[in-house]
């Protein structure tokens, strides 16, 4: 079946400690984004990938970090995070050329304390 | 930049009739492409349809439509014969062959009533 997996789906933890977002994809997508969405403000994008080790900014990069080493992995890293980074969390793929229709995953509901 | 407005937080619409969900862009780009997605109470996201900027005819997916006006940088959907099923937030999205960003609007929540 054509996915997006992201983990965990549910997570808390407290500020400062370090975590990892995993997202995988089995459609050989080059494209990989991760968004954030918050009541109000819709979906915002955090970061984007076109390709393996090709990496850029969305709108809301800060306190964020991405990596793209493989084709189908794009993991989305925490350093430290803060209270206002509690959100739900999408990573979706698609292809870069002509309609870019995304596969989302199923989202991770983070919680900072 | 590329920017979607959506401009109606929530809306109400009776079971079997048509509605129309408002969605305005804007970007400086000639060559993009326009989407809305919906997410249902449960929290996934579902692509409904896509409108390229040089499609010359108005894009339709089942009982979902879209309304292109490109003067007026318009990208309404129609939904036709409301069904329960269609209460969800849906969002209206674009992206440009220029950069690779994708952007979405704030939503629009959508309660059709028996």
């Known amino acids: 079946e054509a996915q997006v997996t992201q983990n965990p789906r549910y997570l808390i933890t407290v500020t400062g400690k370090k975590l990892t977002v995993t997202c995988s994809q089995n459609m050989n997508h080059e494209y990989m984004s991760w968004y954030r969405q918050d009541p109000g403000l819709g979906l915002r994008q955090i970061y984007y990938s076109m390709n393996v080790e090709v990496t850029d900014k969305g709108d809301v990069p800060e306190g964020y970090k991405v990596s793209r080493k493989e084709k189908r992995n794009f993991p989305l890293i925490l350093e430290s995070p803060s209270p206002n980074q509690t959100s739900l969390y999408f990573c979706?793929?698609?292809?870069?050329?002509?309609?870019?229709?995304?596969?989302f995953g199923a989202g991770s509901r983070l919680t900072v304390l | 930049a590329q920017k979607i407005t959506q401009t109606q937080p929530g809306m109400f619409v009776q079971e079997k009739e048509a509605v129309t969900l408002d969605c305005t862009y804007d970007t400086s780009d000639p060559s993009y492409g326009l989407f809305w997605y919906k997410q249902p109470s449960s929290g996934e996201m579902i692509f409904l349809i896509y409108?390229?900027?040089?499609?010359?005819q108005n894009a339709t997916e089942g009982r979902y439509s879209l309304n292109f006006q490109k003067a007026r940088k318009s990208a309404n959907l129609v939904i036709s014969a409301s069904q329960l099923g269609d209460s969800a937030m849906y969002f209206c999205?674009?992206?440009?062959?220029?950069?690779?960003?994708?952007?979405f609007g704030t939503g629009t929540r959508l309660k059709v009533l028996a």
């Open positions: 979706a793929s698609g292809l870069t050329g002509g309609a870019n229709v995304l596969t």
């Open positions: 409108q390229g900027s040089y499609d010359q």
């Open positions: 999205a674009i992206t440009t062959s220029g950069t690779y960003k994708y952007i």
